[in-house]
């Protein structure tokens, strides 16, 4: 069945065009309330920058008095003092210490307004203000500090809280349990205010129910509800993290464009009905054959109804088309599994990268020397650990030299020996000539790791042996590196697929291995080996790779 559409490609131009031209005028007409609408939005824009700048100064210097009244609470031996009964000149004496701090920090840091310091357990109580207090607000302050002392027993988690003391908001932190608290006070009506983007903006501070907490006056007088806009004002807020507090941006809504409207609307509509005229004849002209000629190409060779198209170009394209359609659906498949297999080398370098018993490990070592209180230790496998990491989030193809991955090793060694009651011990003997060649990273900390994760045993050192030896032949040099343990070696159905095998065995239980040798190969091609054996002291894993490679030949070339 053949259906025909008779029609003048040149014609149907034509007619498309003077339909087009008159819809323009109109086009200028959306443009104007596109103009007024976008200059609305740059306007909330800017507004929302600013709200963002002012928030984060805000919420930068809450971090900071935080972290200060934290270190207090949780390390400041003074206080730590207060935290069990001693006598009162101890007490006092630590009391004084700790106000003593709590005076460099009100000069320290401009949001702070007053610090306080209060012991049950030895009936002490400390505080210190701002010059702007009087004595009778002081002293309803210091009342509702002894309040909240006995409100929770526990104030690590409560982050600031936002209270009404004498008809003005406060905005309050307070560290320590058990009796003994340390605390700070913000005043919202001297929190530094920055230049805002329109003149006029209020700053308005709610609790989380959006009862407003400041500016109550200005809310009353322009009757605003929070976080919706007014006719005169457009609200900009977020909360606060760590806080009970939202911030919001009352902005006056700008007067320009409040003119016209009408006129521009009546316009419009005229416009739109030129628009759909023209629409109308251009898709039964154009849009509609090219609707089905697309449709055409969409079905392939294997459409039941074919169309004649009259217009000579709508033929050339139809013909073409229909040609490429079998060389498309070809490179899709090929293109599919090229796809596939990337996807699969990703996933296996990240699975190399991101091994989380590892760090879990390292994680409850850190706990146990915690709670032994063996500081310096600590200290050393943290830094350990971070060399690790930043080593291990080098790209995959990224090439560093043997030195580095040695020391790179090294530096796991040192952390297995930090975490485990007989530390393994790792011994290295690198030919000189090879301690700049550069190879894959992580080529050698894989075998490492297997060694650590499957040699190892219980109430006997673990002994690993890196030789890493120059070996010349007629087709050119290669670097030989041997990973060697003291464990009870490879099972022999192991040994068949690390040597041999392509199962899903040996991809999915040793990754780290697979990985090393999917990249080798991408960057060496058959010309790098490994092999794994056994002998007489435990289980040996052999690299070799060429020196003269094509790798090494394009880092001199770039």
């Given amino acids: 069945m053949i259906r025909k559409y008779s029609a003048s490609f040149k014609m149907n131009v034509f007619r498309a065009l003077l339909l087009i031209t008159f819809p323009l005028i109109g086009m200028l007409l959306v443009f104007n309330f596109y103009s007024y609408y976008a200059f609305n939005a740059k306007f909330v824009e800017s507004n929302e920058q600013s709200f963002a700048l002012y928030a984060k100064n805000m919420q930068t210097d809450l971090d900071a008095v935080d972290k200060f009244l934290s270190n207090v609470a949780v390390s400041d031996y003074n206080y730590l003092t207060l935290n069990s009964p001693v006598s009162s000149i101890k007490a006092h004496v630590a009391s004084h210490e700790i106000m003593t701090q709590f005076n460099t920090a009100l000069n320290s840091y401009e949001i702070a307004n007053a610090f306080f310091i209060y012991s049950a357990v030895n009936d002490t109580y400390r505080d210190i203000f701002s010059n702007s207090y009087s004595y009778e607000v002081k002293e309803a302050i210091r009342q509702h500090m002894r309040t909240l002392t006995f409100a929770y027993e526990n104030h690590y988690y409560n982050g600031w809280l936002s209270y009404e003391v004498e008809g003005k908001a406060y905005l309050f932190r307070l560290l320590g349990k058990n009796g003994t ?153 090929v293109a599919y599994e090229h796809e596939i297999e990337r996807q699969k080398a990703e996933l296996q370098h990240l699975q190399l990268q991101i091994r989380p018993h590892f760090f879990l490990n390292c994680l409850k070592s850190l706990y146990g020397m915690a709670q032994q209180q063996s500081y310096e230790r600590i200290q050393h496998m943290i830094l350990a650990i971070s060399s690790h990491l930043r080593y291990n989030f080098k790209d995959n193809l990224q090439l560093v030299s043997l030195h580095q991955e040695v020391e790179h090793v090294l530096n796991y060694i040192r952390i297995q020996q930090i975490g485990h009651h007989i530390p393994p011990k790792c011994e290295c003997s690198i030919d000189s000539a090879l301690e700049d060649f550069i190879i894959p990273p992580l080529s050698i900390q894989a075998f490492v790791e297997n ?58 239980i040793h990754i780290g291995i697979s990985n090393v040798r999917h990249r080798l190969s991408m960057l060496y091609g058959e010309r790098a080996m490994l092999a794994f054996f056994n002998n007489d002291k435990g289980a040996v894993s052999e690299i070799i790779l060429p020196i003269n490679s094509r790798i090494r030949d394009r880092e001199e070339t770039e």
């Fill in 181 to 333: 608290y340390a605390a700070v006070m913000v005043d919202f009506d001297q929190i530094h205010s920055m230049d805002l983007v329109q003149k006029g903006t209020e700053v308005i501070y709610a609790n989380n129910q959006d009862m407003p907490l400041t500016n109550k006056q200005f809310i009353a007088d322009h009757q605003i509800r929070l976080k919706q806009n007014n006719e005169n004002f457009i609200l900009v807020g977020q909360p606060i993290p760590n806080t009970d507090v939202q911030l919001f941006f009352a902005v006056p809504k700008p007067s320009v464009f409040k003119g016209g409207l009408a006129l521009l609307f009546t316009l419009s509509l005229f416009t739109i009905m030129l628009v759909t005229i023209s629409l109308f004849f251009f898709n039964r002209s154009l849009l509609s054959p090219w609707h089905r000629l697309m449709t055409s190409i969409g079905k392939g060779s294997s459409q039941e109804l074919k169309e004649e198209y009259y217009i000579e170009e709508f033929k050339q394209v139809d013909s073409t088309f229909n040609d490429m359609n079998n060389q498309i659906n070809q490179l899709k498949i």
């Fill in 451 to 508: 060694s650590v994760k499957y040699a190892m045993k219980p109430n006997e050192q673990l002994h690993i042996e890196i030789k890493v030896i120059l070996l010349q032949s007629d087709d050119g040099d290669y670097a030989d590196i041997t990973i060697q343990d003291n464990g009870d070696g490879f099972m022999d159905s192991i040994l068949h697929e690390l040597n041999y095998g392509e199962s899903s065995f040996y991809t999915d």
